[in-house]
């Protein structure tokens, strides 16, 4: 037996916020939005009523749901979103758009010798910014 990874669900305070930017960040699309849940998909994610075959279904892309908490973020993720630019894009220049966007640099304990960079999205969490790579 195995299971379709579907969905990752993160925490916030400001659902709508918090799926715009991630939204912009990895060039998704809105799927669903209400005032205690947004779901953003790839753009190549067809919208229109389709029942998948099996295959289909497992090359189905991952969505990420915002959804409402109270609490405040307290302590390092145990779970976060790897993302790589592309070895035709300047890492450097996607890094700082983040941070001109709102996301802050964090240290998780990473050794300054490490080939990624710790960042926060605007609620605190954690991601990282990989290496350049073409696969």
């Known amino acids: 037996m195995s299971l379709h ?3 990752i669900v993160i925490d916030c305070h400001d659902v709508a916020a918090q799926g715009r930017w991630w939204a912009e960040t990895l060039d998704y699309k809105i799927v669903y ?5 947004v779901a953003i998909v ?4 067809d919208d229109e009523a389709h029942v998948a075959t099996d295959a289909e279904w497992r ?3 991952q969505a990420l749901v915002f959804v409402p908490v109270e609490e405040g973020k307290t ?3 145990r779970l976060h979103i790897d993302l790589a630019p592309h070895k035709t894009q300047d890492r450097d ?3 700082a758009t983040l941070l001109e966007r709102g996301a802050t640099r964090v240290d998780v304990g ?5 080939t990624w960079t710790v960042l ?3 609620e605190g969490n954690e991601f990282c910014v990989l290496s350049a790579r073409d696969r």
């Open 5 to 7: 990874w579907y969905t």
């Open 93 to 95: 220049a996607e890094i």
């Open 110 to 114: 990473q050794s300054d010798d490490v």
């Open 59 to 61: 090359r189905t892309s």
């Open 75 to 77: 302590v390092k993720n």
């Open 120 to 122: 926060a999205d605007p």
């Open 42 to 45: 790839p753009p190549w994610v």
């Open 33 to 37: 939005e209400a005032e205690d849940e």
